[in-house]
Each structure stands twice: as C-alpha cells, then as structure tokens.
C-alpha cells in the first residue's frame, strides 16, 4: 500500500467541525489505519475498528456533514433572522429524515432524537 504521508486531523473540543474532519480522514485512510491497528507490534489492536463500526462512522459523517455546512454557512456572513430560522428549518428537517431512515443504525436514530 502505497500512499502520501499526511496527518490526521486532530479532533479538538472546542472546535467540534474538526470531528467531521478526522472522520472523513480515517474514512479515506480506512485500509491505513486498519493495517496499523491489525500490527500486533505496534499495540494498537484495542483500536481496531470492525466493519460495523466503519459503516456506523460513515452515518456519523453524514449527520455532522449537515452541522458543519451550518456552520460555514453561518460563518461567512453576518447572520440575522431571515437566514437562521430557514436554515433551522432546514437543519431540524433533515434531522427528523435521518431519525426516521431505516439505512441508519439505532445508535444514529438515538443520537439524532438528542440533537433535536
């Protein structure tokens, strides 16, 4: 396996659009970080994750996906009344789609009631 050497994005707390980010990285990097985690050598194998828990990642991403494009949408302009609640509107509808989509696993379906 044969690819550039780039870093992970680190998840910060109080910057939580990264989390979206390191998602999408270890997403694209699934067989990388698989060979790494599968090295017995490197102690890592707790780390593992199993296909369930890359498919559960990948709803995940999806989920974030519509929080950050929020996010920079907000970011770009000074935000008043006539853009936010449409937005909101926008935000809590595809919430309500995700929590009622049978492709989404229990643990989204949880996650997204919370979230709205």
Not at 70 to 93: C, E, G, H, Q, W
Request: net charge neutral; with cysteine.
């Amino acid at each position: 396996m044969r690819m550039k050497v780039t870093n992970m994005p680190r998840d910060v707390s109080i910057w939580w659009n990264l989390t979206l980010d390191m998602l999408e990285y270890a997403l694209n990097h699934c067989q990388a970080v698989d060979s790494m985690t599968q090295d017995r050598a490197l102690g890592l194998r707790k780390y593992e994750l199993d296909d369930d828990e890359w498919n559960l990642l990948e709803q995940l991403c999806d989920i974030l996906k519509i929080l950050k494009d929020a996010t920079l949408y907000f970011s770009r302009a000074t935000p008043n009344l006539a853009t936010v609640i449409p937005a909101m509107d926008l935000i809590n509808k595809k919430l309500t789609t995700y929590s009622l989509n049978p492709k989404y696993s229990p643990a989204i379906h949880a996650a997204v009631g919370l979230a709205k």
